[in-house]
């Protein structure tokens, strides 16, 4: 099987990772004593494709980071694979992201629901793409209904929609109106 020792590296690996040519790879990113299992490397010595894998290395200063490691076979004259070229992406910011966004709308969807008040989405075409509970309570789950059909019992748009005018200027626009709850 393939021996996994690093035979060269660029800068950014050398300042991001303690010292490699010569070492094994999962010494210097995983600080173990034997290959990491589903090791992309490997994978790519015994089949010569590319593959890649999220993983969790250490960098030098001791730190831990989320990465994506791609790995690519790197052909001999006898078209067998002779090493294996690995890249290492740094995701940890993205992830972190991923998850700063993911509860902003967790809470958006708390405010959304906690509202004392009716609140629906809709598309251009005045279908209901998403409503809170207060709306659903007083009118029913009505996604996918037209929104003069759901709380109006109309056929058709309503004469001077705001909905139109906001989709016409981009603005907020607003009215009294009475409404027909289920």
């Given at each position: 099987?393939?021996?996994?020792?690093?035979?060269?590296?660029?800068?950014?690996s050398?300042?991001?990772?303690?010292?490699?040519?010569?070492?094994?790879?999962?010494?210097?990113?995983?600080?173990?004593?034997?290959?990491?299992?589903?090791?992309?490397?490997?994978?790519?010595?015994h089949?010569?494709?590319?593959?890649?894998?999220?993983?969790?290395?250490?960098?030098?200063?001791?730190?831990?980071?989320?990465?994506?490691?791609?790995?690519?076979?790197?052909?001999?004259?006898?078209?067998?694979?002779?090493?294996?070229?690995?890249?290492?992406?740094?995701?940890?910011?993205?992830?972190?992201?991923?998850?700063?966004?993911?509860?902003?709308?967790?809470?958006?969807?708390?405010?959304?629901?906690?509202?004392?008040?009716?609140?629906?989405?809709?598309?251009?075409?005045?279908?209901?793409?998403?409503?809170?509970?207060?709306?659903?309570?007083?009118?029913?789950?009505?996604?996918?209904?037209?929104?003069?059909?759901?709380?109006?019992n109309?056929?058709?748009?309503?004469?001077?929609?705001?909905?139109?005018?906001?989709?016409?200027?981009?603005?907020?626009?607003s009215?009294?109106?009475?409404?027909?709850?289920?």
């Open positions: 099987g393939p021996d996994l020792r690093i035979v060269k590296t660029n800068p950014m050398k300042r991001d990772f303690v010292k490699q040519v010569g070492m094994h790879c999962y010494e210097i990113y995983k600080r173990r004593n034997t290959a990491c299992p589903e090791c992309p490397v490997i994978k790519t010595f089949d010569g494709k590319r593959h890649n894998r999220e993983e969790t290395v250490i960098m030098r200063d001791g730190r831990e980071a989320q990465v994506v490691v791609y790995s690519s076979p790197i052909m001999n004259d006898m078209g067998e694979v002779s090493h294996v070229m690995e890249m290492i992406t740094d995701i940890s910011e993205v992830k972190s992201l991923r998850r700063e966004l993911e509860m902003t709308r967790k809470d958006y969807k708390l405010l959304f629901d906690m509202v004392p008040c009716y609140i629906m989405i809709q598309d251009r075409n005045f279908k209901i793409i998403e409503n809170n509970t207060l709306f659903k309570h007083a009118f029913g789950d009505n996604i996918g209904e037209y929104c003069y059909k759901a709380y109006k109309r056929d058709r748009v309503c004469p001077n929609c705001p909905v139109i005018k906001a989709f016409e200027d981009g603005k907020a626009h009215r009294e109106e009475i409404i027909t709850t289920k």
